[in-house]
């Protein structure tokens, strides 16, 4: 299984709900990630994970919160989010902190769209 | 942290071999050079990583000279389906964190 899965495929959220993103992958990587990408642009980091301990915050806005309950899954918790937060989520994993060798293993995406 | 340049876009035929180039001037001594596929609507997908010199797999090929300022993604024969936003990644140890910076992108489009 080479997969990272997520869910929901699309969120359509008012700017006072609560929602959440899940990411799931079975392939033993201990490194997750999660980027957003707005229309046209690339990914930009907000998170990642190792070892289930928060690594990198990149100076992301607290309606944001990560949560990472185990090696497998990552989640990420919304609230109170602005329109111009709708964007395209994408969860990464790979088997360790990449950035030197290492291959990135990107999910589909979740389509957010904050009214 | 490496600051990557590739071109915006590139227009290509079918069967032809189209370089991608990405500059990546103060790329740091233990940072790989990654390169990606997005297809609309989808995530990034793995094409090669090399660290110098010449690296080759089954669909692409990764050059970097000897300064590593610059790396070059060469797709031999392109087809229609091919046509995706290529990206650049430039990353490593940067103290106690790793950042990965993607490049601003290239969009590849292949025309029969």
């Known amino acids: 299984d080479t997969e990272v899965t997520q869910t929901p495929k699309h969120l359509v959220m008012g700017m006072t709900n609560k929602k959440s993103l899940k990411c799931e992958q079975h392939?033993?990587?201990?490194?997750m990630y999660w980027y957003k990408q707005k229309a046209k642009k690339p990914p930009e980091l907000m998170f990642v994970y190792s070892y289930e301990k928060l690594s990198i915050n990149e100076s992301v806005p607290s309606r944001f919160s990560p949560e990472c309950p185990n090696s497998s899954l990552l989640n990420l918790h919304l609230h109170a989010l602005q329109p111009e937060d709708s964007a395209l989520y994408l969860c990464?994993?790979?088997?360790?902190?990449?950035?030197?060798?290492?291959?990135?293993?990107f999910g589909e995406g979740s389509r957010l769209t904050v009214l | 942290l490496a600051k990557t340049t590739q071109p915006i876009s590139m227009d290509s035929y079918e069967g032809q071999e189209v370089n991608i180039t990405c500059s990546h001037n103060n790329i740091a001594t233990n940072d790989y050079i990654t390169w990606y596929q997005q297809f609309p609507s989808q995530g990034p997908r793995f094409i090669i990583q090399g660290y110098k010199t010449k690296v080759t797999n089954e669909v692409a090929s990764l050059f970097i000279p000897a300064d590593r300022k610059s790396s070059t993604l060469s797709l031999p024969r392109v087809s229609l389906s091919d046509t995706a936003v290529y990206y650049c990644l430039v990353g490593g140890f940067s103290g106690s964190a790793r950042q990965l910076t993607f490049g601003s992108g290239t969009q590849l489009t292949v025309l029969p």
């Open positions: 990464a994993s790979s088997q360790r902190l990449a950035g030197g060798d290492g291959e990135l293993f």
């Open positions: 392939m033993g990587h201990r490194a």
